[in-house]
């Protein structure tokens, strides 16, 4: 059982590039999430999915987009890197209720 | 105003003693609330779980909820080394979505 399965685990960018960073859950719950880790701040969220075909924006959204393409899998996409992308992203599932989130096993993305 | 406030420590206690971990939340209209533990380099995972005031009490875990006072606690009795990580408060919020403090720098002193 693997859970929510993020990749890649480590990325180093140029200012400029883009990329899309991947996740899937086999937990066939409803609702997913990308997150934002850095020193001090806490987690913050960038985007979410209630549902399949359903996204919404969260505390951050600037400069990220996003694809709910099945139930399973969630991407996210940097369309121009910057160095303030610069972060370890957390995706998460969950399907509500006292079990909270599931989450990956993290993305450190260095932008240069 | 930050929604959910924590104290970024380190708190440092010695092994086997009782390790208090707090946290208040902004919206008084918050129902259910989480405990993670996030261990260095690795992702978070939830250790705790509680939605009535009062204490809920899992092992060496207890989770403290006063709605009134907008508050949260964890307390870890018999406090291990292997306990040692960031302890993140998170607060549910409209649409499933869980808002999460900074996290407190637990230290345990063998």
């Known amino acids: 059982n693997a859970g929510v399965t993020q990749t890649p685990k480590f990325q180093v960018l140029k200012t400029g590039q883009s990329m899309t960073l991947q996740c899937a859950q086999d937990m066939n719950h409803n609702s997913m999430y990308w997150y934002r880790q850095d020193p001090g701040m806490g987690l913050r969220l960038i985007y979410y999915s209630a549902s399949e075909g359903t996204t919404d924006k969260g505390e951050v959204p600037n400069g990220y987009n996003v694809s709910r393409l099945n139930k399973r899998e969630f991407s996210l996409r940097l369309e121009s890197a910057a160095p303030s992308q610069t972060s370890v992203y957390f995706c998460?599932?969950?399907?509500?209720?006292?079990?909270?989130?599931?989450f990956g096993s993290g993305t450190r993305l260095t932008v240069v | 105003q930050k929604e959910v406030e924590q104290n970024s420590g380190p708190l440092s206690v010695p092994e086997g003693a009782i390790a208090s971990l707090n946290c208040t939340y902004s919206?008084?209209?918050?129902?259910?609330f989480f405990w993670y533990r996030q261990y260095s380099g690795k992702s978070p995972e939830l250790i705790m779980f509680i939605y009535s005031n009062g204490d809920k009490e899992d092992g060496r875990f207890t989770a403290q909820l006063n709605k009134a006072s907008q508050y949260v606690s964890l307390l870890i009795r018999d406090s291990q080394p292997s306990d040692s990580a960031t302890y993140l408060c998170a607060v549910n919020t409209v649409g499933n979505k869980l808002v999460f403090g900074a996290g407190t720098i637990l230290r345990v002193k063998s």
């Open positions: 998460a599932s969950s399907e509500g209720g006292q079990d909270g989130y599931t």
């Open positions: 919206d008084r209209g918050s129902q259910s």
